[in-house]
């Protein structure tokens, strides 16, 4: 009989010890998956912030910020796209051109280039009898790239969408999903607003 239950507390001794490997296997699987998911919902919310993402894009067409200064992008552009408005032609001899952009987001393709996600918007004006009149508008998104050289960023391309049928398309092409979606509120959430009070105070500037 003695035999017989040793056999038994053998038994129940390895039992036991399978139970115990299985509660530690399964903790361990647990805190995984609660890693996991934290991972997965900070990342998340870091990009709907614009904010660099801590472990992964998670399959999400993302482009994270990188570490330059937003506003010396800005100025740079700006001061890109009113040049380039003011070679335009004129039909006014002091007619000015000024723009104003939003900084959706921006990465890096390789080393000293990357590209800008922004919406600009773009006026011109001209002064006649002591008023400044608005001579046209155009309101745009934009993907700008941009190389900085011996410390000086340069736009060396900016592109913006086709109209019509291909709108769509190059939309798609241009810009991440993510800054699309933002785009697509452009006209609701106050940016055109924000970018002509800028404008404003641009012009306020120039003709006093």
Same mark, same amino acid.
């Given at each position: ?114 590209? +800008? =996600? ?8 001209? *002064? /006649?009898?002591?008023?400044? #009149? $608005? ?50 509120? +452009? =006209? ?8 002509? *009070? /800028?404008?404003?105070?641009? #012009? $306020?500037?120039?003709?006093?």
């Amino acid at each position: 009989m003695k035999q017989y239950k040793y056999k038994y507390k053998d038994k129940d001794n390895t039992e036991l010890k399978n139970k115990s490997y299985l509660r530690f296997f399964s903790i361990v699987y647990l805190v995984i998956v609660i890693i996991i998911a934290t991972l997965f919902f900070t990342d998340l919310n870091r990009m709907r912030h614009n904010k660099p993402v801590v472990f992964s894009t998670w399959g999400f067409s993302y482009s994270p910020p990188i570490d330059i200064q937003e506003n010396l992008i800005k100025i740079s552009i700006e001061d890109y796209l009113m040049a380039k408005g003011d070679r335009q032609f004129k039909r006014h001899e002091n007619e000015k051109a000024f723009a104003s952009i939003r900084i959706y987001s921006y990465e890096t393709k390789k080393e000293g280039v990357f590209y +800008v =996600y922004a919406w600009a918007l773009e006026r011109r004006y001209y *002064l /006649e009898n002591d008023e400044i #009149i $608005k001579e046209s508008e155009t309101s745009f998104p934009y993907m700008f790239v941009v190389k900085e050289m011996d410390g000086v960023l340069v736009i060396v391309e900016a592109k913006v969408p086709r109209d019509g049928d291909y709108y769509k398309d190059d939309m798609k092409n241009l810009f991440p999903r993510i800054i699309r979606k933002k785009m697509e509120k +452009v =006209y609701d959430d106050g940016t055109i607003e924000k970018l002509a *009070l /800028e404008i404003q105070q641009q #012009i $306020k500037m120039y003709f006093h």
